[in-house]
């Protein structure tokens, strides 16, 4: 099946700086890539829709000033974790879809940890 | 809003004894309806998914039902594994140029020996 890659694997970094996770599709241009954020024993919640092209569209409580979203090329997407704080601490996952044939699927990246000290 | 309820929150099943995993959701208009995967520390997995036009689907020791007018749908492991052990995670979305997909909040699936 198709492959989404995310880089880093894992991320510790001081409370106030930034982190950037990139979300790539190896082998598929994907138009649309989706952010998630996932607390230990928890379920995944949508963060923001990445339109490839176009500003990202945030859920209902997710602060844009704060998860800076680009999605520059067909097959990358990036989420910046601006200002970290600890409560930022999660596993951050991201998908892209495949629309190109007759099935529209989305597939998962391996997801981020992010540690913020 | 959309919202996807799945039970049971934990899961423990004899090696060879079948599983099954139930999620309802409340968006009629939702009409996929993918199920994964995750093990621990990793991305959820697809591991098979099943269409509104459909009622029935299987793939060897796997298989979803789906009842879209009591919108209920349901997973299915046949003869389970120690390797199936992991979290399950049901989901519902529209089939349109957006597919944001609702997850359910996860099945813990463990198998005895």
């Known amino acids: 099946g198709a492959v989404v890659s995310q880089h880093p694997s894992w991320v510790i970094c001081k409370s106030g700086t930034s982190v950037k996770i990139e979300c790539r599709s190896l082998?598929?241009?994907?138009?649309?890539m989706f952010w998630y954020r996932q607390f230990p024993k928890q379920s995944l919640m949508l963060m923001a829709t990445?339109?490839?092209?176009?500003?990202?569209?945030?859920e209902q409580g997710v602060e844009k000033d704060k998860f800076l979203i680009n999605h520059a090329s067909l097959t990358l997407s990036t989420l910046t974790v601006t200002s970290a704080h600890p409560e930022d601490s999660s596993f951050y996952i991201c998908?892209?879809?495949?629309?190109?044939?007759?099935?529209?699927?989305?597939?998962f990246g391996p997801g981020t940890r992010l540690t913020v000290l | 809003g959309e919202n996807v309820e799945q039970h049971p929150s934990t899961l423990s099943v004899q090696e060879g004894d079948s599983a099954v995993i139930k999620c309802t959701y409340s968006?009629?208009?939702?009409?996929?309806f993918p199920w994964y995967k995750q093990e621990l520390g990793k991305g959820p997995q697809l591991i098979i998914d099943?269409?509104?036009?459909?009622g029935e689907k299987k793939d060897q020791r796997i298989a979803v039902t789906l009842n879209k007018t009591a919108k209920h749908f349901s997973l299915h492991i046949t003869e389970t594994q120690p390797e199936d052990s992991a979290v399950y995670f049901c989901?519902?979305?529209?089939?349109?140029?957006?597919?944001?997909?609702?997850f359910g909040s996860g099945t813990r699936l463990s198998i005895r020996p």
């Open positions: 998908s892209a879809r495949d629309d190109s044939g007759v099935v529209d699927t989305q597939y």
């Open positions: 082998d598929f241009q994907a138009t649309t």
């Open positions: 990445s339109n490839e092209g176009s500003k990202a569209t945030y």
């Open positions: 968006d009629s208009a939702s009409n996929y």
């Open positions: 099943i269409r509104s036009n459909v």
């Open positions: 989901a519902a979305s529209r089939y349109s140029s957006a597919s944001k997909i609702i």
